[in-house]
């Protein structure tokens, strides 16, 4: 019988090393996400500074053009790189609720208590993405009503709005395949 509790022991500690592994590299890819959200601010507050005061005193449409398509690629890619760790999240998540079952019966937790993978998963679900995709929205309506206001403003600018749109239906395009791939 101390034979059985030993290797419950054993396999209880090796569960939780492992759960615990697992739990610190999920929340290394929350964590770098949201540091991913800050870089979006810094890139755009950077490279729309020159597109906004050259529009403000030389009114120079195509470097007005240029310095919005850097702007929404640079926010394009960054998102796609953001989905592609939230596809990482979810794997992990989905791993670690397999060990906390496991250390639940080894634990005999009858009111679930241990079980945070289930749990944040669900708040991703409901919160997160709720969020995320209304952020996302108003962000979208910003970079792509603004600048073609600006451009359909601008001296012979109709060809950069039309280029613009057409270039912003592509990016919007990628990134909700990127999107659909990314919901199970």
């Known amino acids: 019988m101390d034979h059985s509790s030993d290797t419950d022991q054993s396999r209880l500690d090796f569960l939780n090393k492992e759960y615990i592994r697992l739990s610190e590299r999920c929340v290394s890819y929350v964590d770098s996400s949201l540091n991913d959200i800050k870089l979006f601010g810094i890139l755009g507050?950077?490279?729309?500074?020159?597109?906004?005061?050259?529009?403000?005193?030389?009114?120079?449409?195509?470097?007005?053009?240029?310095?919005?398509?850097?702007?929404?690629?640079?926010?394009?890619?960054?998102?796609?790189?953001?989905?592609?760790?939230?596809?990482?999240?979810?794997?992990y998540l989905d791993k670690l609720a397999l060990y906390e079952e496991e250390i639940r019966k080894l634990i005999n937790d009858q009111n679930n208590i241990f079980e945070w993978a289930r749990s944040y998963k669900t708040l991703r679900q409901r919160k997160v993405a709720n969020i995320f995709s209304h952020l996302l929205l108003v962000i979208l309506l910003v970079l792509v009503v603004f600048p073609l206001i600006v451009l359909f403003g601008s001296k012979d600018g109709e060809i950069f709005a039309w280029t613009y749109l057409g270039v912003s239906v592509f990016y919007i395009t990628i990134f909700i395949s990127a999107f659909r791939r990314t919901l199970y």
Do not use: H
């Open 45 to 91: 507050s950077l490279i729309s500074l020159p597109a906004i005061t050259n529009k403000l005193f030389d009114n120079n449409t195509k470097i007005v053009f240029y310095g919005f398509l850097t702007i929404f690629t640079i926010f394009i890619v960054l998102s796609v790189y953001v989905l592609m760790k939230q596809v990482l999240v979810v794997y």
